[in-house]
């Protein structure tokens, strides 16, 4: 009774085989006037198009075509075909943007390339060696549910302190994610008096806290815990918090630690070899339009000094000032240890 | 009367424990799929309301769909290359005596054994190297090596299951070595064949660690798109996209089952 025979279903594969095939001649680099561009997925490839993308072809005639996937991957293909990048502006969290710049993969960037470094404040390229700049950040503060914390903690000692007399149950990143060394370890032991060379305060503050300590291994976990009622409150993101509020869940709310939380930012760089028009690309991504757009559709603040925000947004963001830029180099020299040591004494 | 006690109470405990199991296994599926017809913004369980929004969003969504079209193309591509390789090679050593030929087949066989991010990295720079560069090609040529074992391996079985007389027949009744392969050997093999491209295809369509250092604008496939989708977006469109990929596996497998029949295929006879 059926309609599929073997024969027709070898010769679809088989058809479908040599389409294929058929593809391979696309596999001729971008052609003179196109520039690939990277994005992160969803909501903020969507920001990428509308406030860079949009606005650089219409300025300049060109294409920018956007490649999704995350940081450590492009950064291997240029590391792969320095000669010959096959991406001509990546964007990097800071730590693999050091790491790029001390490889010697990227550009030095100056304002004669893009004359909109100079509204960046010299402290986030000053932070790359030059070899780019940051373009936005986030805060790593405390959120918290606020149908169940009535009253929420103002500083990180006092969050510690209430979360190890058992007021609620926090959900902290685990040692699974990347940036936890820095947005949790690093920001804090320095909070509770410590420093880099110095992460004793954190792991006193964990041996207090542990029993009441549950963990996140993906920012979408925090999220659930806080749903689900696993957790009332841990370190997050401000920018996710919001993009969760504008999402329905209005229960949610951030602050900023009285101590300040660490920066989470994002950077944007040039491999080196890449096409000159990259330039004008990063020009844009870096003009006060786009930035204002780029803010206004993701939520989290950008780096341009004339960017003037919306109240409902001024009243979200915290200014770069207020909380910390981690130092990358430093951690990453010890980022082993600390690791280790969490292995050991606290582990989950 | 005892022993039947007995018999009763291990049944129950046998039925109890395959239940448990089934449920355990399917529990998690089911919640996925319960939370794609969600109406809310965000994964919750158990869901607020009713709604097919997150299954427009991933047409609405391009990445999405190109990035759906990239993974056929190469899923197709690999398992069709795959098979002009692997079935000559599983052939040629399948009933070989010979040591060589039992080392060649384990180095046919050795991606399985290697980690796939290994194999992904290690590719990416090699073909880099050679001048192939992050492209469809590269692309292509790295699921190849991770999808060959499955065809070797199942038309290796199968073939070594079949009885050499046959060929010796038509042989003896004049078919050359070409007519003895396309009417002898080809229709003995065939269900190794198919349910070694149904696999190699699942695994490459499946493939995040080799895909996710060779994507281009134009070659991203449907596994790195959702993990970058997933990293940055909480909605339920990702639990709408997995409901609709265990239909497609559902649909593909009852297709498969009805030409071929699946038992007979993992049996290899």
């Known amino acids: 009774m059926t309609d599929f025979t073997r024969r027709g279903l070898l010769q679809t594969g088989g058809l479908l085989g040599a389409a294929a095939f058929a593809n391979l001649p696309l596999t001729a680099a971008a052609q003179a006037g196109e520039i690939t561009v990277t994005a992160l997925g969803g909501i903020w490839e969507e920001a990428v198009k509308k406030a860079f993308v949009e606005p650089f072809e219409r300025k300049t005639g060109a294409k920018a075509n956007v490649l999704l996937g995350s940081p450590p991957q492009w950064l291997s293909q240029v590391e792969a075909n320095p000669k010959n990048p096959p991406i001509d502006v990546i964007i990097v969290t800071p730590d693999l943007a050091i790491n790029a710049a001390k490889m010697d993969l990227v550009d030095t960037f100056t304002v004669e390339k893009v004359p909109n470094l100079a509204d960046i404040p010299a402290e986030f390229t000053n932070a790359l060696s030059g070899k780019g700049t940051v373009f936005d950040y986030g805060v790593a503060g405390i959120t918290y549910n606020k149908k169940t914390v009535k009253d929420p903690p103002k500083s990180f000692k006092d969050f510690v302190d209430r979360t190890a007399a058992g007021e609620w149950t926090a959900s902290l990143p685990g040692i699974s994610y990347a940036v936890t060394p820095i947005m949790l370890m690093w920001a804090m032991a320095r909070a509770l008096g410590g420093s880099v060379d110095n992460i004793d305060p954190f792991f006193d503050a964990m041996k207090k806290m542990r029993k009441n300590v549950i963990f996140w291994g993906g920012p979408n976990d925090f999220f659930n815990h806080l749903s689900s009622g696993e957790a009332d409150i841990g370190i997050y993101f401000d920018g996710r918090t919001w993009a969760h509020v504008d999402a329905g869940a209005d229960w949610i709310d951030f602050i900023n630690p009285s101590e300040g939380g660490s920066i989470n930012a994002l950077a944007v760089q040039k491999p080196k070899n890449a096409k000159d028009l990259a330039w004008e690309y990063i020009n844009v991504m870096l003009s006060p339009e786009s930035q204002l757009k780029f803010a206004e559709m993701l939520s989290y603040p950008v780096t341009n000094k004339k960017v003037q925000y919306p109240p409902h947004l001024a009243k979200r963001f915290t200014p770069w000032q207020e909380a910390h830029f981690p130092p990358y180099e430093e951690i990453a020299k010890v980022r082993a240890q600390w690791v280790d040591r969490w292995n050991r004494e606290v582990g989950g | ?269």
């Open chain 2, 1 to 269: 009367m005892s022993f039947f006690r007995r018999l009763d109470l291990g049944r129950a405990i046998l039925t109890a424990f395959v239940v448990a199991f089934f449920v355990f296994m399917t529990l998690p599926i089911g919640i996925v799929v319960v939370a794609s017809f969600t109406d809310a913004s965000f994964v919750a369980f158990p869901i607020s309301g009713w709604s097919l929004r997150w299954f427009r969003r991933i047409f609405e969504y391009q990445p999405y769909l190109d990035s759906i079209a990239v993974s056929l193309q190469i899923a197709f591509g690999a398992t069709a290359l795959s098979c002009l390789i692997g079935i000559p090679a599983a052939i040629a050593l399948a009933r070989s005596p010979s040591a060589w030929a039992s080392a060649v087949m384990t180095y046919l066989l050795s991606p399985l054994s290697m980690p796939m991010i290994v194999i992904g990295f290690a590719a990416l720079f090699f073909l880099s190297r050679v001048g192939v560069g992050v492209s469809f090609t590269a692309l292509l040529i790295a699921h190849t090596t991770v999808c060959l074992p499955y065809i070797v391996r199942t038309v290796a079985a199968t073939y070594r299951g079949t009885a050499r007389s046959y060929e010796e027949a038509a042989a003896l009744l004049g078919a050359n070595p070409l007519q003895v392969f396309w009417h002898v050997i080809l229709p003995l093999i065939r269900p190794g064949i198919v349910a070694g491209s149904l696999f190699s295809f699942l695994v490459s369509f499946d493939n995040l660690p080799i895909s996710y250092f060779f994507g281009q604008p134009g070659t991203l496939t449907l596994p790195v798109v959702m993990l970058s989708y997933m990293e940055h977006q909480f909605d339920p469109s990702i639990a709408a996209l997995s409901t609709l990929q265990l239909l497609l596996a559902i649909v593909g497998l009852v297709i498969v089952d009805r030409l071929y029949g699946i038992d007979k295929m993992t049996m290899g006879d």
